[in-house]
């Protein structure tokens, strides 16, 4: 696996790949890989012919005071698990190679109403950042097929929004979740946990869980069944940012009648945020 920092050779590599008649996947990232990764990675090797990671923290999905400056970077571990995972090239730029004119004045990428509300409403320009981010790369590896975790189900959307609105020709796959024996999704974050921390975090999984148990017993109160686990999270030391059940597709508020159903959470575990959701389709058996 070769890894390459400039768009050039990014293009070159990609470029000579075509021109041997293989189809490119691509795997974004922000790197400290774990098997969550892997397993788009793994994904993308049974899709194409040449699989397409990168890694790069991008500053302008975050927001003022939050954990760009202690975000893991990891970049010889990474390495070795993408090599291991059967991953073809790793496309590590640095912040002036991806943004060389600077992050402010520059065209952003926006997707209206589904960056609005759940992550959108409490890190604000959060989807903006990662819409301008994905959309570059998208058009410096220009792949096939993408993958992306269905951990971060809000930003899958936007990205199948974006894809779809600026007519990319590019496949969408989300993959999903992995977890810890415990349930609890892996996250680069959870690196951040205190060991009792850690052992706290599985309530998040949990309470997704009975959310759902209850909806596919058959209670519709959402308002009542929300406000008595937003509860248990508080009762279990997290502050919830969110605790909400919207439709799967368009991520407007779910009504009683509604069959395809996401349940999302974001909650604080100490200054860590935490998130997590469940996609339940009544119509389809589990
Ligand atoms: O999910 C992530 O790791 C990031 O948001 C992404 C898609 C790589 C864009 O920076």
């Not at 795997?27 to 090797?45: D, Y």
């Not at 912040?95 to 402010?104: H, I, L, Q, R």
């Not at 004045?105 to 109403?113: A, E, F, I, L």
């Not at 009504?255 to 945020?273: P, Q, S, W, Y």
Request: proline share 5%.
């Amino acid at each position: 696996m070769n890894t390459v920092k400039t768009v050039r050779e990014l293009r070159a590599a990609v470029a000579r790949a075509r021109s041997e008649g293989k189809r490119i996947g691509f795997v974004p990232t922000m790197g400290n890989l774990h098997s969550g990764h892997v397993a788009l990675i793994t994904k993308a090797t049974q899709r194409v012919d040449f699989v397409v990671a990168s890694i790069f923290v991008n500053p302008l999905q975050f927001g003022a005071g939050e954990d760009l400056d202690k975000y893991p970077r990891t970049l010889a571990a990474d390495q070795e698990k993408l090599l291991e995972a059967g991953c073809d090239l790793l496309f590590a730029p640095t912040v002036e190679e991806m943004y060389p004119d600077g992050m402010t004045g520059q065209t952003r990428v926006s997707v209206p109403q589904l960056s609005e509300g759940l992550c959108g409403a409490s890190r604000p320009g959060h989807f903006e950042g990662v819409a301008t981010v994905v959309s570059k790369l998208f058009n410096m590896v220009q792949p096939d097929l993408a993958i992306f975790g269905q951990k971060d189900f809000q930003q899958l959307a936007v990205i199948r929004a974006l894809v779809h609105d600026l007519n990319m020709p590019i496949q969408i796959i989300g993959e999903p979740t992995v977890r810890a024996a415990d349930g609890l999704a892996l996250s680069s974050r959870n690196g951040f946990l205190s060991e009792e921390q850690r052992a706290t975090a599985p309530v998040v999984y949990r309470t997704l869980s009975q959310i759902a148990e209850a909806i596919k017993q058959g209670d519709r109160d959402f308002p009542a069944l929300i406000a008595a686990q937003i509860k248990q999270l508080e009762a279990a030391g997290l502050r919830p940012d969110y605790l909400e059940i919207r439709h799967a597709l368009t991520l407007r508020p779910a009504t009683a009648e509604d069959r395809d159903l996401v349940i999302l959470v974001a909650a604080f575990l100490g200054t860590t945020r935490l998130i997590d959701n469940l996609h339940l389709n009544l119509d389809t058996p589990a």
